[in-house]
């Protein structure tokens, strides 16, 4: 069984900067893609960047220039730099693991950029 656990969020002012992390344990396979996705209420959930474990990441063009997703196959953990933050960044962040035809979603972290 995996677990995903988030951590790094919490309240920035506008234009400065967080680092989400999320690391999964349990069973990963070679092959999988771990993302970030945000949401707030009333919207449904988006993408805002994945990494596979192999292969060159994708980030959203909202959040392109400003966000940077990387990981460390070796922890298995994916990293989620957001610098440049905006007021329209706050939403809760959850990361997911895709293996297999599998996804796994982590609990959440909230992120909060005031004005």
């Known amino acids: 069984q995996v677990q995903l656990a988030e951590s790094g969020g919490g309240l920035v002012q506008a234009g400065g900067s967080l680092r989400l992390s999320c690391a999964a344990s349990g069973t990963i396979s070679g092959l999988n893609v771990m993302s970030w996705y945000r949401q707030t209420p009333g919207k449904e959930r988006e993408l805002v960047a994945k990494?596979?474990?192999?292969?060159?990441?994708n980030v959203s063009d909202s959040v392109k220039g400003r966000f940077t997703i990387s990981r460390d196959n070796t922890k298995n953990t994916v990293y989620l730099q957001m610098n440049s933050l905006k007021p329209e960044d706050t939403a809760i962040y959850y990361c997911a693991l895709d293996q297999q035809g599998d996804r796994v979603w982590g609990q959440g972290t909230q992120v909060t950029v005031s004005s």
């Open positions: 990494q596979p474990s192999i292969g060159r990441p």
